[in-house]
């Protein structure tokens, strides 16, 4: 934990009725600090040493991984009508002990990770504050230290609500989040990054002591109820996390937070009474923009009929805005009430899956490629196969590794039917691109079977709901039309939930309506076998253990029926990749003898890429990889690699070329740097005179080595190769008439 002296000074908070406000009255007051043992490791909680001007800050420490959380409140902005929540996460490479690449020596732009980790602190949080409070939320993570074992993506949602609860904002924590690693069978709480590595599941659970409000993990082909038991052996710990959060609140001795109730809108009971029927009658039956024109319509009655003539005010105050708020509160009901009564929009039962379409090989020329469709939701997929140079590196305070599989989702305007600029990927493009890529990544070869390089792009061409799991199922069938040999197939569902009190409803492959007024958004991901990728949003309180293990369920059964459709468009990868995509070859040498195939300068190796037109990488653990556009060049590079970098075998037989002539014998190059030296006497089975008598520089010939000694030098012999043919021919010379007049001179002379 961070040194201090005993006592610090604390500004005091004066609360008023906007949350934030502090006065610059002083008061000496201690640290205040709260641990206890989780998962074998002290986790501490601490405040009123760092940031005392923020409405909270907190200090979490696990291990010596150490993060800073600020949360600060503001007034809300005029004319706004939703919750204004931000969450930023960053990590320093001072953390780790690390400079940052680059010249400015700088963090930029948020990370991939960090934009994720942000993510993964606002999901929890969110539904967390009451209904109708619009103030100012803003909640600051940084990674102060990380010891290189334990993650502190976990430790800034802990932080961010034990920031929140000493905050003046009515938060109503307080929730928790652990991480749960799978080793050997067992579950593992907090695991280090090492047995991360080498486990099977990566699972983050976030909730209250009552229930659970977020999850997101991913594991090799998790059975249901594996996953079920994982998360509620999680639980057991967030509930001792949240303990630990209500101890410091009390160490602090806080007061209790009051949020007054919104004013009832003035014409909802109106909407209701006048357009409930017609709303309802409006969303059974009718594709997405058929239900939208028809609200749209209405709405526009109702405005027309209480505000003719573009007013925006009645005479006794009531606004324009009110009335749209009534018409979607009454909109919201109309949907949440027909799906308690077991009614879908599009009139399907509850567990039914949308109409499904698939195809592969849509675009030509494209390594791979696919199109999903269910419903009104539409991924397009394509496949890029490339060299060990199109890996792409990785470098941060807490990973530093090569990605060789890539998965960028693109969400544009015209999926929705709107019109917007087009610019980078945003928070949400990237939260979903990554629980696409990691739940496919299960599935995929190991370098040593397909040293490819893979990139997926998947495009979503039309959405209603769920494009993150369509964007796993068009990837899926697009790997496989990429000839990529994948262990098993992987489909995405999406599950919803309607809850009201003790009665609830799951709803199988949620359209976009029903995931905006529902309850849950629970996409699981996965193979026939099990599960590879799991995530739940809530926008209530959490949810039973009863409604995760029927969601686990009825999303297997769901998972199940999806790949039996999607695999009438393909069954198992194609054979053979793209005639478009490189050839690749791997093979694997001592690596002592690398710098042989180099060469002096990269001489050796520059040569042998621009004579077979090949890319050739190689690793530090001899790991040789070979790329071309043909076949052929790539087999013929992997030939010289092979001769040039083997082992000489004594009694193993080569077919040299004569690099230099002597008066005592020829050098001959048996493998590409491998020079041997065949003595004079070995060059015939008869007397030699003079060694040009028989070969020159460039002649090839069959030696076989006889000797290699203790410094490496190789002994050949033609006169050997020359008796084992001679018994074939019937006699020696024969065996050597290929050889000309010089030999049998030479024979004659003996």
């Given at each position: 934990m961070i040194e201090k002296l005993?006592?610090?000074?604390?500004?005091?908070?004066n609360r008023h009725e906007r949350a934030g406000v502090r006065t610059q009255k002083e008061s000496i007051v201690e640290q205040t600090t709260v641990e206890r043992e989780i998962?074998?490791?002290?986790?501490?909680?601490?405040?009123?040493?760092?940031?005392?001007?923020?409405?909270?800050?907190?200090?979490?420490?696990?291990?010596?991984?150490?993060?800073?959380?600020?949360?600060?409140?503001?007034?809300p902005r005029p004319g706004i009508d939703f919750f204004p929540l931000t969450c930023d996460y960053r990590e320093r490479f001072?953390?780790?002990?690390k400079f940052p690449g680059g010249f400015l020596k700088r963090e930029g732009r948020p990370s991939t990770r960090e934009i994720l980790t942000a993510r993964l602190t606002?999901?929890?949080?969110?539904?967390?504050?009451?209904?109708?409070?619009?103030?100012?939320?803003?909640?600051?993570?940084?990674?102060?230290?990380?010891?290189?074992e334990n993650d502190p993506d976990v430790l800034s949602i802990n932080g961010a609500?034990?920031?929140?609860?000493?905050?003046?904002?009515?938060?109503?924590?307080?929730?928790?989040?652990?991480?749960?690693?799978?080793?050997?069978?067992?579950?593992?709480?907090?695991?280090?990054?090492?047995?991360?590595?080498?486990?099977?599941?990566?699972l983050i659970v976030a909730g209250s002591k009552e229930s659970v409000?977020?999850?997101?993990?991913?594991?090799?082909?998790?059975?249901?109820?594996?996953?079920?038991?994982?998360?509620?052996?999680?639980?057991?710990?967030?509930?001792?996390?949240?303990?630990?959060?209500?101890?410091?609140?009390?160490?602090?001795?806080?007061?209790?937070?009051?949020?007054p109730e919104a004013e009832e809108n003035p014409f909802l009971g109106i909407v209701r009474e006048k357009a409930y029927g017609r709303i309802r009658e409006a969303k059974v039956g009718k594709s997405k923009a058929e239900r939208y024109a028809a609200i749209d319509a209405i709405r526009a009655e109702l405005i027309e009929e209480f505000f003719p003539n573009g007013a925006t005010e009645t005479e006794d105050g009531k606004t324009v805005g009110q009335l749209k708020q009534a018409v979607y509160k009454t909109d919201h009901q109309a949907i949440r009430d027909l799906l308690l009564e077991g009614k879908r929009l599009d009139g399907r039962e509850l567990g039914a899956l949308r109409h499904v379409e698939s195809e592969v090989g849509i675009i030509p020329r494209i390594h791979g490629s696919a199109v999903f469709t269910r419903g009104e939701t539409q991924a397009v997929a394509q496949i890029t196969l490339g060299t060990a140079r199109d890996t792409q590196r990785v470098d941060g305070p807490v990973e530093e590794f090569e990605k060789r599989f890539m998965l960028d989702y693109n969400f544009p305007s015209y999926s929705v039917g709107e019109c917007r600029p087009i610019r980078g990927p945003g928070r949400r493009e990237i939260g979903h691109g990554m629980l696409a890529e990691r739940s496919v990544a299960w599935v995929l070869p190991t370098a040593e079977k397909f040293p490819y390089t893979i990139r997926m792009i998947s495009d979503i061409t039309e959405s209603n709901g769920s494009s993150s799991m369509a964007s796993v199922c068009s990837g899926t069938l697009a790997l496989m039309d990429a000839g990529v040999p994948i262990?098993?197939?992987?489909?995405?569902?999406?599950?919803?939930?309607?809850?009201?009190?003790?009665?609830?409803?799951?709803?199988?492959?949620?359209?976009?309506?029903?995931?905006?007024?529902?309850?849950?958004?629970?996409?699981?991901?996965?193979?026939g076998k099990g599960i590879t990728g799991i995530q739940l949003d809530l926008k209530i309180d959490g949810i039973s253990e009863d409604i995760i293990r029927a969601t686990l369920e009825q999303g297997r059964n769901a998972r199940r029926d999806l790949l039996r459709i999607m695999l009438q468009a393909i069954s198992r990868p194609r054979k053979e990749i793209s005639q478009y995509a490189p050839r690749l070859l791997q093979t694997k040498i001592d690596p002592e003898k690398i710098g042989l195939l180099i060469g002096p300068g990269g001489k050796t190796i520059r040569a042998m890429q621009e004579e077979t037109g090949t890319q050739i990488d190689i690793n530090n653990d001899g790991t040789v990889t070979i790329a071309a556009a043909q076949a052929s060049g790539a087999e013929e590079a992997l030939a010289r690699i092979e001769a040039m970098t083997e082992e000489v075998k004594v009694g193993r037989t080569y077919k040299g070329k004569v690099s230099s002539v002597?008066?005592?014998?020829?050098?001959?190059?048996?493998?590409?740097?491998?020079?041997?030296?065949?003595?004079?006497?070995?060059?015939?089975?008869?007397?030699?005179?003079?060694?040009?008598?028989?070969?020159?520089?460039?002649?090839?010939?069959e030696v076989k080595v006889i000797a290699v000694d203790d410094q490496n030098r190789v002994k050949l012999s033609r006169k050997a190769v020359l008796a084992e043919q001679a018994p074939a021919a019937g006699n020696s010379d024969d065996g050597d008439s290929d050889e000309g007049d010089s030999d049998e001179g030479d024979s004659s002379e003996g």
């Open positions: 005993s006592l610090v000074r604390l500004l005091s908070v998962g074998g490791r002290t986790f501490s909680l601490s405040t009123g040493y760092l940031a005392k001007q923020a409405s909270g800050a907190v200090v979490v420490q696990y291990g010596e991984t150490v993060v800073f959380v600020a949360a600060q409140t503001g007034p001072a953390a780790a002990g606002d999901r929890p949080i969110r539904p967390l504050f009451p209904k109708g409070y619009n103030d100012e939320v803003q909640l600051v993570s940084n990674a102060l230290a990380y010891d290189g609500s034990a920031a929140l609860m000493i905050s003046p904002a009515p938060f109503q924590g307080p929730i928790a989040a652990v991480r749960v690693g799978m080793v050997d069978d067992e579950l593992v709480l907090f695991p280090t990054r090492e047995e991360l590595k080498e486990g099977t599941l990566d409000l977020m999850i997101e993990g991913f594991g090799n082909q998790i059975p249901e109820d594996v996953m079920a038991d994982a998360i509620m052996f999680a639980h057991e710990a967030v509930v001792d996390l949240c303990g630990l959060q209500e101890e410091l609140v009390a160490a602090l001795n806080l007061p209790a937070k009051e949020f262990s098993q197939p992987v489909a995405g569902i999406s599950i919803g939930l309607i809850k009201e009190g003790d009665k609830w409803q799951l709803l199988t492959d949620i359209m976009g309506d029903e995931d905006h007024h529902g309850d849950m958004d629970f996409k699981i991901a996965g193979t002597k008066d005592f014998g020829a050098f001959i190059e048996i493998a590409p740097g491998k020079d041997g030296l065949c003595h004079i006497s070995e060059l015939s089975d008869g007397f030699v005179k003079n060694v040009s008598d028989i070969c020159k520089v460039g002649d090839e010939l």
